[in-house]
């Protein structure tokens, strides 16, 4: 294998034999990344955990120094920080993230997937991303945020830029992302102006409360959790109910066995989460002293990429990997992460599929690719995993 690899179309289609061949030779090995960095390549399942929680692998930015104001508009947020700021951070939101929270939504969540669903007609093929999969999760972070509905389309456009262009630890900046970034700022310290003398019973309306009142957030750490939020949130939903639906129509029996038994959408959404993670690499580490990791000596300031999409199908911890089973039980995935940063949003995720796919199969029963599957265009972030278009029949 070369270090070349993460270029080629073939791997960028199908990285799953690329990663297993590494991760029987090394679970730990060097790469050179699409940017042209050098990096650690984690894709073990033992190796993946231990580094998530390895507190010597830090998220903080490594260039404060030269950002830009809108830079640090957007780079303020837990994700790109370490304890106490992360604490601190994550404890501010996890309050609106309760169980209880997320499952009054769901009668939401089905009204907005029932309404997409309504607009999807036609004999001619229809891009079930475009349609649905990427619609359903702006929508519902949108209202959980309280972004008005005239703005969703704009929002739409600037995260899906900042997905394209983030760089390998997660970080957004840059000249190529500069406009984006900067349009996207703007828009957001005026909802929190607005939110100031208008609040509503919106996440965004209560961190602004947290922040007059309680002073336990500054303005750019604020800006930048409504970043996080909107960015995080929706293009990996998104990947989940697209891979998920290619998987299930690719072998078309899986997708009538759920259709006779929805009892086993959680399940299968958990094997959607592991077999095809929309996740592909955890944004990247970096290290802050030098130690020995899995055999490796890495030094201070090494780049480290958690593999996940590759630790999800290592032999060692799961039995026949490379098989989509729904009846797989100990499905300790790591497609939410692991260690402080897990996944914030796993619960309303999990939701939001679930329903997504139960919407789906009642609806359109006999739906169908449009297109063979091994033609089908995968993007080539390193961390996102997912189609660009899922041209689908609906009947
Ligand atoms: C963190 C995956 C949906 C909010 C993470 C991480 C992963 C992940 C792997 C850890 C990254 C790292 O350690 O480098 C996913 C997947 C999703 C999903 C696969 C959907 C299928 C969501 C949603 C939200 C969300 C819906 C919010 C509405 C967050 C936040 C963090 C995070 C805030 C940072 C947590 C922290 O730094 O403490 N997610 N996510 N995610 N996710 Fe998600």
Request: hydrophobic fraction near 45%.
């Amino acid at each position: 294998m070369t270090n070349d690899d993460l270029n080629d179309p073939a791997f960028i289609a199908n990285p799953h034999p690329t990663y297993a061949g590494w991760r029987a030779d090394d679970p730990v090995r060097r790469v050179r990344l699409t940017t042209g960095e050098d990096a650690w390549m984690v894709t073990g399942y033992r190796e993946a955990r231990a580094a998530l929680a390895e507190d010597r692998l830090s998220k903080a930015p490594r260039d404060v120094a030269s950002y830009t104001e809108a830079d640090l508009a957007t780079n303020r947020h837990m994700l790109a920080s370490d304890p106490p700021d992360h604490t601190r951070l994550r404890k501010l939101v996890t309050a609106a993230f309760t169980h209880r929270r997320i499952e009054a939504m769901r009668p939401r969540i089905v009204a907005i997937a029932d309404g997409l669903l309504d607009e999807m007609t036609g004999d001619g093929p229809v891009d079930l991303i475009g349609a649905y999969a990427f619609p359903l999760p702006v929508q519902v972070i949108c209202e959980l945020l309280g972004i008005p509905v005239s703005d969703r389309d704009s929002f739409r456009t600037w995260s899906a830029a900042i997905v394209a262009g983030a760089d390998a630890t997660g970080e957004v900046i840059g000249p190529g992302l500069q406009d984006t970034v900067e349009g996207l700022t703007a828009y957001l310290k005026d909802l929190v102006a607005l939110r100031r003398v208008s609040p509503g019973d919106d996440l965004l309306s209560a961190l602004v409360r947290v922040r007059d009142r309680e002073d336990r957030l500054s303005d750019n750490e604020l800006t930048s959790m409504a970043f996080l939020l909107l960015v995080a949130g929706h293009e990996t939903t998104m990947g989940l109910i697209s891979n998920g639906t290619f998987v299930l129509l690719e072998d078309r029996e899986h997708w009538e066995r759920l259709r006779a038994d929805r009892g086993l959408l959680p399940n299968a959404v958990e094997e959607f989460l592991r077999y095809e993670s929309s996740v592909e690499t955890s944004t990247g580490r970096v290290a802050v002293e030098d130690f020995v990791f899995a055999g490796h000596q890495v030094r201070k300031g090494d780049l480290v990429m958690v593999g996940l999409l590759a630790a999800n199908r290592d032999p060692a911890q799961f039995e026949a990997p490379d098989v989509l089973s729904f009846e797989r039980t100990r499905n300790q995935h790591l497609a939410f992460g692991h260690g402080i940063h897990h996944c914030l949003g796993a619960p309303l995720a999990r939701l939001e599929a679930v329903i997504a796919f139960d919407r789906l199969l009642a609806r359109f029963p006999e739906m169908r690719l449009a297109a063979a599957p091994g033609d089908l265009p995968w993007r080539s972030s390193a961390i996102i995993r997912g189609l660009q278009r899922l041209p689908v029949l609906l009947r």
